[in-house]
C-alpha cells in the first residue's frame, strides 16, 4: 500500500527526533559517570598526598582539620562501608558508625580492631588534690615536648594519633596540651606557688578529662588499668671480668651498626661468649661493665641500670639497640631470647628512637606504656583508693618496652632508683596495682 508523501516526511522527523533524543541521553549519562569518576580520582589522589603531607613533616606544620580529617578516613572507611551495606540489607535506617581503631604491633603490623567507645569515654576528675613533683613534671613535660621538636621528622611513629583519634583527638590536641601544661608549670613555680594544675576544678575546666578504659583480650572482665612499677636499681659491677663479676653488658659499635650483624644472635649466643676474646665476633662490641647474672637480667627488664663500680666509681647505662627478636610473655627472663645493647647516659632515659635522642625523664611523673597505639606525651592521671580515701597521680607517657607493644590494659610506673628489691618493694607498696585512668587534653 502506497504511503502519502506527507506521511512519510512526519513519520522521518519523528524518527530523527526520537534518535536526537536517545543520542542525547547516553551523552549525558556518559558525562555524568565520567565527571562522578573523576571526582573519585581526585579525592584520592588528594588523600593520598595529604597522607605523604602529614608523614613527612613534623605535626606542628600540619593543619589541625587536615590531620583529623585524615585519621577518620584511614581508620573507620572499610568499618563504615561494612555498617552501611549491613543497614541498607536490613531496611534499617542510617544511625551513627562507631568508630573503629585498628591495633598494631611494634613492627606496626596490624593486630586486632575494636571500637574506640569500648575504651574511651568522656570523664571528670572526682575533686581531690593531684599529686606529683611540680620540678620533675616540668621536667619531663619539657623534655618530651622537645622530642616533638627535635625529632618529628626523623620518628614518624610520634605523629601517630593513635586510639585517641577515635575520640576526634589530633597530635596537634597533644602538643597544645604539653604548651599549656608547660606554660602554667613555668607560671606556678616562678610565683613559688602550689601549681593549678593539681587542682580537679582547673583540669575539669581547661581540659578534655577522657576516661581509659583497660582492654584486654586475655581477661574480658578488667576496667581498671593494670598498673605495674619499673626502677633503677644499683648494682655492684666491674670494669674487668671477674670471678664475681663475669656477665658483660655491651656496647654496639658506631661503625658496626648498619650491618645489623648482631639481630642474628639471641641473648643465649651472647652470653656463650661469642664477643669475648676467641668468640667468633670478638671485636665487634664494646664491653662496658662485667655484672653479676641477676645484674644483666635486672639490667634488661628495667632498661636502666646504676653500676658501683670496684674502684668507687659510678656509671648509669641505658639501652640503646636490640637484636630486634620479640619478647615473649610468659616465658621466664633467663630464657628470653631478647638481648639488648647499651650505653652509658647522664639521667634516666625514656622513649627514643636512638640513644642519642631518648627523653631524660623523672621518676614519680614518668609512665611506659603502649607509644605506638595510645601514644608519645599524653598526659595520664591515675584514680586509685588509699586508706579509704581518693588518690590522684599525674605523670606523663614518656617511656614504653617490649611488654607494651601492643597492650591497651597497662601502664609502667617509674618508681625510682633503689638498692634492691626489697627497698623497692616496701616503696611500691603504697601504689596501686589496679587504677582508673584518665587522659588530658587541653580544650
Known amino acids: ?29 556518559a558525562q555524568s559517570k565520567t565527571k562522578q569518576l573523576t571526582q573519585q580520582h581526585t579525592a584520592t589522589q588528594n588523600l593520598s598526598q595529604n597522607q605523604q603531607e602529614n608523614s613527612a613533616l613534623p605535626q606542628q606544620q600540619i593543619p589541625l582539620a ?62 581531690t588534690k593531684i599529686n606529683f613533683n ?32 577515635t575520640q576526634g583527638v589530633t597530635v596537634q590536641d ?17 610565683n613559688n606557688r602550689a601549681t593549678r594544675l593539681q587542682d580537679p576544678n582547673f583540669i575539669n575546666t581547661n581540659f578534655r578529662v577522657i576516661k ?29 671480668k671477674t670471678s664475681n663479676y663475669n656477665i658483660p653488658i655491651y656496647s654496639l659499635k658506631d661503625n658496626s651498626v648498619t650491618g645489623k650483624f648482631y639481630t642474628k644472635y639471641t641473648k643465649q649466643d651472647v652470653l656463650s661468649g661469642i664477643y669475648e676474646p676467641g668468640g667468633k665476633e670478638f671485636g665487634k662490641v664494646e664491653p662496658l661493665a662485667y655484672l653479676t647474672r641477676e645484674g644483666l637480667e635486672e639490667a634488661l627488664m628495667e632498661g636502666t641500670i646504676l653500676v658501683n663500680f670496684t674502684d668507687g666509681s659510678k656509671a648509669l ?36 628512637y636512638k640513644i642519642d635522642a631518648k627523653i631524660s625523664i623523672k ?24 586508706g579509704g580515701r581518693k588518690q590522684l597521680r599525674l605523670g606523663v607517657l614518656a617511656d614504653t618496652g617490649g611488654a607494651f607493644l601492643p597492650n591497651l590494659h597497662q601502664l609502667d610506673f617509674l618508681a625510682g632508683i633503689f638498692q634492691d628489691r626489697k627497698d623497692f618493694g616496701q616503696h611500691t607498696r603504697q601504689l596501686p596495682e ?9 580544650k
Open 1 to 29: 500500500m502506497s504511503i502519502p508523501f506527507s506521511q512519510k516526511l512526519g513519520l522521518t522527523v519523528s524518527f530523527a527526533t526520537l534518535l536526537l533524543i536517545g543520542l542525547a541521553n547516553s551523552h549525558l549519562c
Open 66 to 127: 587536615l590531620s583529623q580529617k585524615n585519621t577518620f578516613l584511614v581508620q573507620q572507611t572499610s568499618y563504615e562501608n561494612r555498617d552501611k551495606q549491613t543497614t541498607r540489607s536490613s531496611g534499617q535506617k542510617s544511625t551513627p558508625v562507631s568508630t573503629y581503631y585498628q591495633v598494631i604491633d611494634e613492627l606496626q603490623k596490624y593486630k586486632f580492631s575494636l571500637p574506640g567507645s569500648q575504651v574511651l569515654a568522656s570523664g571528670k576528675l572526682p575533686t
Open 134 to 165: 611540680q620540678s620533675d613534671l616540668l621536667t619531663v613535660l619539657v623534655n618530651t615536648r622537645k622530642y616533638y621538636q627535635d625529632y618529628a621528622s626523623e620518628d614518624p611513629n610520634i605523629l601517630r594519633t593513635g586510639l585517641l583519634a
Open 174 to 190: 597533644i602538643l597544645k596540651t604539653l604548651d599549656f601544661m608547660i606554660a602554667v608549670l613555668q607560671e606556678d613555680i616562678a
Open 212 to 240: 581509659w578504659s583497660a582492654y584486654n583480650s586475655q581477661s574480658s572482665g578488667q576496667k581498671q588499668l593494670r598498673i605495674t612499677k619499673y626502677a633503677v636499681f644499683t648494682h655492684p659491677g666491674s670494669h674487668k
Open 317 to 352: 647505662f641505658n639501652v640503646d639497640r636490640s637484636n630486634e627478636m620479640p619478647y615473649i610473655r610468659g616465658v621466664a627472663a633467663t630464657a628470653q631470647k631478647r638481648y639488648w645493647y647499651f650505653r652509658q647516659v647522664d639521667a634516666i632515659k625514656g622513649y627514643g
Open 363 to 386: 621518676p614519680g611523673v614518668t609512665f611506659a606504656g603502649d607509644v605506638l597505639n595510645i601514644g608519645l606525651g599524653r598526659v595520664i592521671v591515675l584514680e586509685y583508693p588509699k
Open 434 to 442: 589496679y587504677a582508673t585512668a584518665y587522659i588530658l587534653v587541653k
